[in-house]
């Protein structure tokens, strides 16, 4: 079966810095794009990143430009969020999701309606 199981969540103070891991299993991990998205209570999901592993070319929300990198480790089929000087508006469940075709939004990070499959969530909470 198809899993995806995000990680590294937590607590961190503005400035501070997490990393976030989706672990992929149960599919192509080659044959699919990796976005992350964050959701916080009554409002829509949001793409924030995204990495085409075809040609290795990353998107970005434009929020998040400069503050985030996303990366790949295929021989782990691992896909890393790395946030650096958070701001509490970055507080939210972040999911992973596998996409078999990648858009982009007008905002600049992946569409929400292109993923296949998802994980449940880390949560990430930046004090002010």
């Known amino acids: 079966e198809v899993q995806l199981v995000e990680s590294g969540g937590g607590l961190v103070q503005t400035g501070g810095s997490l990393r976030l891991s989706c672990a992929a299993s149960?599919?192509?991990?080659?044959?699919?794009?990796i976005g992350w998205f964050r959701q916080t209570p009554g409002k829509e999901r949001e793409g924030v990143s995204a990495i085409h592993n075809g040609d290795g070319a990353t998107y970005y929300l434009d929020s998040v430009k400069g503050r985030f990198t996303i990366s790949n480790d295929k021989a782990k089929n691992t896909v890393y969020l790395q946030m650096n000087n958070l701001k509490p508006e970055d507080t939210a469940t972040y999911y992973c999701?596998?996409?078999?075709?990648?858009?982009?939004?007008?905002?600049?990070?992946?569409?929400?309606?292109?993923?296949?499959?998802w994980g449940k969530g880390t949560v990430v909470t930046v004090s002010s």
């Open positions: 999701g596998a996409m078999w075709s990648l858009t982009i939004s007008t905002s600049g990070g992946p569409n929400k309606y292109g993923v296949d499959y």
């Open positions: 149960g599919f192509a991990f080659d044959d699919y794009s």
